[in-house]
């Protein structure tokens, strides 16, 4: 693990990594630690206190609202980004879709790498993960408001004079 070009595959391959070397993606995964979650396990229910963050290292995490699928997470996704922050409540469920290999850090970790040479960068890419998400949502807000739209027009009569 102490090799050179050990931690260069998760440089590629997690954006929450983008722009650091490889000494400090070795520091940020020695505070967290990993856990195999079998297919259909709830990593996390919506209207739980969060504090952990979650990163996808393998399989597939499907995140819902309700019954609704909302996203489906991939190698390098972060999940739980908001709630290991600030400790809000979930806003989703988030269910492996496959066996997963999952990253994992509580939030008392996620403190200590704010304190970091390389915090701000860390809270650069968080920030920018979740703009993603609210680029994201507005995108299918979009086009349900559309769509609401055209249900409308439908089911509205049409006055003719």
């Keep these: 693990m102490g090799e050179t070009g050990a931690y260069a595959q998760y440089l590629e391959r997690i954006p929450l990594f983008q722009g650091w070397a490889e000494e400090e993606v070795a520091d940020f995964l020695r505070r967290g630690t990993t856990h195999e979650i079998p297919s259909g396990n709830v990593i996390f229910e919506r209207g739980t206190r969060g504090g952990t963050l979650y990163i996808v290292f393998s399989g597939i995490v499907d995140v819902f609202a309700g019954e609704f ?4 997470c991939n190698v390098g996704d972060a999940l739980g980004l908001i709630s290991a922050v600030d400790h809000r409540q979930h806003t989703a469920t988030a269910v492996a879709g ?3 290999l999952l990253f994992e850090m509580l939030d008392q970790q996620v ?3 704010l304190r970091q040479p390389y915090g701000l960068r860390f809270l650069l890419n968080v920030v920018h993960a979740l703009s993603g998400h609210i680029a994201n949502a507005n995108t ?3 086009a349900m408001e559309s769509k609401l739209a055209r249900i409308e027009r439908t089911r509205t009569p049409v006055v003719r004079e």
């Design 140 to 142: 299918h807000i979009a």
């Design 69 to 72: 699928p909302l996203a489906q």
């Design 98 to 100: 496959s066996n997963v």
């Design 111 to 113: 403190k200590q790498v």
